[in-house]
């Protein structure tokens, strides 16, 4: 695993300078609060962040042992900051390894590019608890396991809200971040595959990996159309509970910020 770029908290100065966080601040940023009618985007990209905090936290804890915090990535904003626990550094392989310090390395940087693109509307990373389902940091196969999990539930999330998006150009870097998920999610549903590891379904719309009941090498269905997922959808997994009006539990002790955050 000779890739260092979580040994920097993966290099966020040159990130920070490069076109395409330029860019994306440019197409999202400057039109969030421009105009009164698209108010509602940023309450769609605040839903991705509460996200992309989960993840983002994941992968670091998982590579590097470190939380993003401490990795100078910024987690305040708008309403309650809470902490994240739970969680250490897993043993990887050189393969798996290499996958997971890219991966974050990606998650890390939606984190930064969606905090910069929301300015001061960025919601604050909420209280995470990484351990919600006593699986992911124990040994290779959890942290597979848990991170395909993670990043199909994530690529049907994008999928579900873009209709929600009235902006084009944030609907254009919404779907760059969901492209992404996509090829993780399609790395890690290989993984488990190779690895001959049977894992359980997210919900009814899941398709799990092959060598899974019913399981598939993609997360698509017979028009090989990926799973979308309402955002009460998302909320009811990452919050292990589908009852409506769920509003806190399992990864998100306390919810979510933001205006949307009720199954």
């Given at each position: 695993?000779?890739?260092?770029?979580?040994?920097?908290?993966?290099?966020?100065?040159?990130?920070?300078?490069?076109?395409?966080?330029?860019?994306?601040?440019?197409?999202?940023?400057?039109?969030?609060?421009?105009?009164?009618?698209?108010?509602?985007?940023?309450?769609?990209?605040?839903?991705?962040?509460?996200?992309?905090?989960?993840?983002?936290?994941?992968?670091?804890?998982?590579?590097?042992?470190?939380?993003?915090?401490?990795?100078?990535?910024?987690?305040?904003?708008?309403?309650?900051?809470?902490?994240?626990?739970?969680?250490?550094?897993?043993?990887?392989?050189?393969?798996?390894?290499?996958?997971?310090?890219?991966?974050?390395?990606?998650?890390?940087?939606?984190?930064?590019?969606?905090?910069?693109?929301?300015?001061?509307?960025?919601?604050?990373?909420?209280?995470?608890?990484?351990?919600?389902?006593?699986?992911?940091?124990?040994?290779?196969?959890?942290?597979?396991?848990?991170a395909r999990a993670f990043e199909d539930v994530g690529v049907s999330a994008y999928g579900g809200a873009a209709p929600l998006i009235s902006n084009p150009k944030i609907l254009g870097v919404a779907a760059q971040?969901?492209?992404?998920?996509?090829?993780h999610a399609g790395a890690f549903r290989l993984l488990l595959r190779d690895a001959n590891i049977a894992v359980p379904q997210n919900d009814k719309l899941d398709v799990p990996p092959l060598g899974s009941p019913?399981?598939?090498?993609?997360?698509?269905?017979?028009?090989?159309?990926?799973?979308?997922?309402?955002?009460?959808?998302?909320?009811?997994?990452?919050?292990?509970?589908?009852?409506?009006?769920?509003?806190?539990?399992?990864?998100?002790?306390?919810?979510?910020?933001?205006?949307?955050?009720?199954?």
């Amino acid at each position: 695993m000779e890739d260092k770029r979580n040994d920097t908290g993966v290099n966020r100065r040159a990130f920070g300078k490069s076109a395409l966080t330029a860019g994306i601040v440019a197409a999202a940023g400057s039109f969030l609060f421009t105009r009164p009618a698209e108010a509602a985007d940023s309450d769609v990209l605040n839903f991705a962040l509460n996200l992309e905090y989960l993840e983002a936290e994941f992968y670091s804890v998982a590579v590097t042992g470190r939380r993003i915090a401490e990795l100078g990535i910024g987690t305040d904003g708008v309403g309650t900051q809470g902490a994240t626990v739970g969680g250490a550094k897993v043993a990887l392989d050189d393969r798996v390894g290499t996958v997971a310090m890219h991966v974050a390395a990606d998650e890390q940087a939606h984190v930064t590019v969606l905090r910069q693109a929301l300015g001061s509307a960025a919601v604050a990373k909420p209280a995470i608890n990484l351990e919600a389902l006593g699986i992911g940091f124990r040994n290779q196969a959890e942290f597979i396991t848990l991170a395909r999990a993670f990043e199909d539930v994530g690529v049907s999330a994008y999928g579900g809200a873009a209709p929600l998006i009235s902006n084009p150009k944030i609907l254009g870097v919404a779907a760059q971040i969901a492209l992404t998920e996509g090829q993780h999610a399609g790395a890690f549903r290989l993984l488990l595959r190779d690895a001959n590891i049977a894992v359980p379904q997210n919900d009814k719309l899941d398709v799990p990996p092959l060598g899974s009941p019913n399981g598939r090498l993609f997360q698509v269905d017979g028009n090989g159309l990926s799973t979308v997922r309402t955002v009460s959808q998302v909320l009811a997994i990452v919050y292990g509970n589908p009852a409506a009006g769920t509003r806190s539990g399992a990864f998100f002790p306390a919810g979510f910020n933001g205006s949307i955050v009720s199954v």
